[in-house]
């Protein structure tokens, strides 16, 4: 059993950014981060594989997100820059041993979620 301690998260404005990290409690394949917003279903974000070469983004993130891991400690960031009101959402960061496109079918592990929210 993978143990995920997500830190970070809080309130900003529109505009500002945010970093978001994830620890487990041993080494994975691949980790990412998925997001669920009120009223919606949960969302596909982002995900790196063990040596950062396989890297996929959201398209709605693409170019204001950028996931990054540290290997040595069992982590994953998530610095979020340019954050838009729609960005608002519990981020739950996720591991799959197989995947690093990280479908949800694919994950193994999910943490606990912390809350970003982005005001206008």
């Known amino acids: 059993q993978v143990h995920l301690v997500e830190y970070g998260g809080g309130s900003v404005q529109a505009g500002g950014s945010l970093r978001l990290s994830c620890v487990a409690s041993?080494?994975?394949?691949?980790m990412g981060w998925y997001r669920q917003a009120p009223g919606k279903e949960r969302e596909f974000v982002v995900a790196i594989d063990y040596e950062g070469e396989k890297i996929y983004y959201a398209d709605s993130v693409k170019g204001r997100f950028t996931i990054s891991r540290d290997n040595a400690k069992n982590a994953v960031y998530l610095q979020m820059d340019t954050l838009k009101p729609d960005d608002t959402a519990i981020y739950y960061c996720?591991?799959?041993?197989?995947?690093?496109?990280?479908?949800?079918?694919?994950?193994?592990?999910w943490g606990q979620g912390t809350q970003v929210t982005v005001s206008s």
């Open positions: 041993y080494s994975v394949y691949a």
């Open positions: 996720a591991t799959s041993g197989r995947s690093a496109r990280m479908n949800e079918g694919d994950i193994d592990y």
